[in-house]
């Protein structure tokens, strides 16, 4: 496998223990592909699903940590510790006063968190404060004042209750901390919490159902089955499979190529940019060769009936 020519977007489930470093280590490794990258940290005591992107597809790293992001994580109740999840050092918590806590008011405190909530960022997080990530300010023992972020929490839903563990799934925006989810409502519960699992089951279209363990990938380098291990990258345009789709005709081959805007009439459907749907109401479009590989993703400036590129690959 050369290294120029894997591009592609690889869904690894990741296990505990590792960091989101150590996951494209190991993918680079087996792939041979020197240009990678992860789209979204994920806590070594977390698990789930990290996307890895190879080649090319590193261009759509950024966008791919923009999405919302499914979690289903265990909140452990009756301790807080400095960390917010249990790797941490305890720094309080009321175990006695867990036992008081009814079903009905442990998913009140849980749904009062659904919408736009203000989070104050850990101590253990990898922000930055004055040049300083803020878990190397913690582990010099102290504290620095954080500044609140506005987060979405689209859906939050209790899925079992087995005191002093609740479980929760949510659905929420980038930037949301779900350790600090954990900690704040433990604290409206008055007993204290931290977070004692976490598992990211979804990032846009990738999900632990088609997802892959770092072991899988290397059973099959080990055993030379590269056709297989390529089996397992996802092609670019998935990320943007929610775009309508064109493809150019031959004649505007070179315009593509050279990343030039496009008129409706260059593409195969001359039509087809005014009467497609607009994917996320952006007006953006996946672009295709006329042979029909993905090429890029431009916008439509429905004025001037001409698309400009947005994302070459």
Known sequence: MPDSGINGILNISKEAGYTSFDVVAVVRGVYRQKKSGHT??????????????????TKVCGMITDW????????????????LDITGEVTGGDADAVNGLTESRIRDAVNRYTGEIDQIPPMYSALKKDG????????????VERESRNVTIHNIE????????????VLCSKGTYIRTLCD???????????????VRSKVGPFTLDNAVSLDDIRHLRDEGRENELMD??????TVFEDLPALTVKTEAEKKLQNGNKLECGDFTDPSGCLDKPLGNGSGEFRIYHSDGTFAAVYALDSEQNILSPL???
């Open 158 to 169: 209790v899925l079992d209750i087995s005191l002093p563990v609740v479980k929760i799934k």
């Open 311 to 313: 994302k070459m690959f």
């Open 68 to 83: 919302d992001k499914e979690y289903i994580a265990e909140l452990l109740l009756g301790k807080t510790t400095d960390t």
């Open 40 to 57: 979204g940290t994920l806590d070594p005591m977390a698990t789930g699903v990290l996307p890895v992107a190879l080649g090319k597809a």
């Open 184 to 198: 704040d409502i433990g604290r409206d519960l008055g007993c204290g919490g931290c977070m004692q699992s976490l």
């Open 132 to 143: 300083r990530r803020l878990y190397d300010i913690a582990r010099s023992g102290q504290v």
């Open 232 to 237: 397992h990258l996802m092609s670019i345009d």
